[in-house]
């Protein structure tokens, strides 16, 4: 009783201030707020959205379903969630926070994911997508295309490892003897056909439900983006994050890294875009530093995606915490797997101009082509974000008008 009253408030507390701080710093909240509006308008959304259509639609298919069955052998085995695990854990990875929240969240309102499985599913399959790590982390802000396979490397390998510990969390799934049987080609083609077959919503109908409840996520990613980047910005004026700063930089001291670093980390921790590129211009760190505390909160994800993922898991039963704490494991593994790797994957890179032709000169090159489409996103990103906001709204008016 004693700590709920406390945490009344410290709410409520935090929220007159938020307020006055907002009164007392309207520029600055003003041109925070354009910031977060932005990257949300410029590349959140357009990047996001084609990924939400398209899942909801392959859930409403049956394809999912079908995809499930045919990695129940892999996922089971090595993360104890189900097969259609393997779709959340690609489509995560390819389109970037939060999606793998939203995917996993969809699959335990349909019923093909208890609430362990989703805890254990949702904690690992959250990650930067490629595009931001190589584009806007290791050519924009470190202006080091080499760097970005590196951090990449780091990230994707902390998620591995932060699924594998995870299989081990909450009490065993039982398998049924008709789990065991849906590993066949024609079992996962039934499985299909009766997914389809039973979600009788005609074709039109269910691409205006995936664009209805796509756009309406991203409006509110969009909020927790904008909210944020004020948060951040108020911060700093009101010398909170110099006041973290302090306690972060015995830890930093004790690991040989210079002081500097403190408040880049602390900005991280809230939003890993800023942190990232305030990382980057610390001029008292090595490279490799700068590595390590940039895979730590490239992995941590920050407190404004973290909102946006507990938005999402609170229209179900999966539970916030096990993904908070799996944030915390994948960002001391993505550090950890960037010292590792310093050698034998940077400084290796480094030193050979061309070490290998097997690897995409999207990684290894100048980063021109990666420079290329990310750019490319920021001109058309707006363009996709009117369309898609105009098709919303015609979609919205016809379904109140026919209720």
């Known amino acids: 009783m004693v700590l709920s009253k406390l945490k009344t408030v410290f709410l409520s507390v935090s929220a007159t201030i938020l307020a006055a701080s907002l009164i007392s710093f309207p520029r600055e909240s003003f041109e925070a707020s354009i910031r977060g509006l932005t990257m949300w308008w410029e590349i959140v959304f357009p990047s996001l959205l084609p990924f939400f259509i398209v899942s909801e639609m392959l859930i409403g298919f049956g394809v999912v379903k079908f995809i499930g069955v045919m990695l129940e052998p892999l996922m089971r085995p090595l993360f104890k969630v189900p097969g259609v695990g393997g779709f959340v854990w690609a489509m995560g990875m390819a389109s970037g926070q939060p999606a793998g929240a939203k995917f996993s969240a969809r699959l335990r309102q349909e019923g093909h994911l208890t609430q362990i499985e989703a805890e254990r599913l949702v904690s690992f399959t959250n990650s930067s997508n490629p595009l931001f790590i190589f584009s806007a982390v290791a050519v924009g802000f470190f202006n080091n295309p080499k760097i970005g396979l590196l951090l990449a490397a780091a990230h994707y390998l902390g998620n591995i490892c ?21 590993f066949k080609f024609r079992t996962a083609l039934s499985v299909l056909h009766q997914t389809r077959i039973k979600d009788n919503r005609p074709i039109g109908r269910l691409l205006g439900d995936a664009v209805n409840s796509s756009i309406q996520t991203l409006l509110m990613i969009g909020g927790f983006i904008i909210l944020f980047s004020v948060i951040n910005k108020l911060l700093y004026l009101l010398h909170i994050t110099a006041i973290l700063a302090k306690t972060v930089e015995v830890l930093l001291s004790s690991l040989s890294f210079p002081d500097m670093l403190s408040i880049p980390f602390i900005s991280g921790l809230f939003e890993i875009t800023m942190g990232s590129q305030l990382i980057s211009h610390v001029q008292d760190a090595t490279l490799l530093q700068k ?10 994800s920050g407190f404004s995606i973290q909102a946006q993922v507990a938005s999402i898991l609170a229209q179900t039963d999966i539970r916030f915490k096990p993904f908070f ?77 026919k209720s």
Request: proline fraction near 5%.
């Open 325 to 401: 704490i799996a944030r915390i494991l994948q960002g001391i593994f993505s550090a950890l797997f960037a010292l590792l790797l310093w050698k034998p994957l940077y400084i290796r890179i480094s030193h050979h101009e061309q070490p290998s032709n097997t690897l995409p000169v999207v990684f290894l090159g100048d980063g021109s082509m990666a420079n290329h489409v990310y750019h490319k996103m920021i001109e058309v990103g707006p363009l996709i974000t009117i369309f898609s906001l105009l098709i919303y709204t015609v979609l919205l008016f016809t379904r109140l008008k």
């Open 162 to 182: 932060v699924g594998i510990i995870m299989r081990f969390y909450g009490k065993e799934t039982p398998e049924t003897s008709d789990e065991r049987k849906k």
């Open 291 to 300: 590595a390590i505390i940039t895979s730590f909160i490239l992995a941590f």
